[in-house]
């Protein structure tokens, strides 16, 4: 076993047994701890858009006045985003459906990415795109696979009044879809701002951007998904 996939593998373990702790402790513990997320995956996201605009600033010769300024919009946008958006979404699915099935819905952004790296290192084959060079077809099958593990573990412990279903089974699969198109986007602007990880605080992982950056998409997408079931 390599020593990154190691140090991946220990920092999976304390992240989720984190976060299931969070979940089922009071609400401001859940509420300050998605604050803090918020924060550190803001300041994470704003690093990326700062080097591809000094990238963009060096290579054509723009002025500092037009830099700064599309620093400040993309620093709103992206706050705007995370706070009044995934932040609020996390809180309100929390609420309104209950721990167990936040934990479910994170189940099946986590097991997405799980299924990717499975099986894009065990079969391998035909790259998945250009923006992402270590994504594979077949990690993006095993993803869709894997996504449907979180709801046959809930059916078999009767946690939640959930049947195996088309519409349960579709909800899985859409969250995945979205998931991945997450990782996608930020693994495109990872690309252009030339870097392999939005961070360092994360042994294994990166920073907290590249461990939740499906998430932050899926979210907010399974908030309006659920208001229309």
Do not use: W
């Not at 706050?79 to 996390?90: A, M, Q, R, V």
């Not at 986590?110 to 790296?117: K, M, P, R, V």
């Amino acid at each position: 076993m390599s020593e990154n996939l190691f140090k991946r593998i220990i920092t999976s373990i304390i992240l989720l047994s984190l976060l299931v702790f969070i979940i089922f402790s009071h609400k401001y513990i859940l509420i300050l701890s998605i604050l803090i997320l918020g924060i550190i995956i803001s300041i994470e996201a704003n690093n990326l858009f700062s080097k591809i605009l000094i990238s963009n600033y060096v290579k054509n010769n723009s002025t500092l006045k037009n830099f700064n300024y599309k620093i400040l919009i993309l620093n709103i946008i992206t706050f705007c985003y995370i706070f009044f958006i995934f932040c609020h979404f996390s809180y309100e699915i929390h609420r309104s459906e209950g721990p167990v099935f936040f934990l479910y819905l994170i189940g099946i952004c986590f097991f997405t990415d799980i299924g990717g790296y499975i099986f894009g290192k065990i079969i391998g084959g035909k790259k998945l795109s250009k923006i992402s060079p270590n994504k594979t077809i077949s990690g993006t099958v095993g993803s869709f696979i894997l996504s449907l593990f979180p709801l046959i573990l809930i059916i078999n412990f009767n946690y939640l009044d959930l049947k195996f279903s088309l519409i349960n089974i579709s909800f899985c699969l859409f969250v995945s879809l979205i998931s991945q198109l997450g990782d996608l986007f930020i693994s495109f602007i990872k690309r252009k701002a030339n870097i392999k990880d939005t961070g360092n605080l994360l042994p294994g992982h990166g920073g907290a951007l590249d461990r939740v950056d499906g998430i932050i998409f899926a979210v907010p997408f399974s908030y309006f998904l659920l208001k229309l079931i």
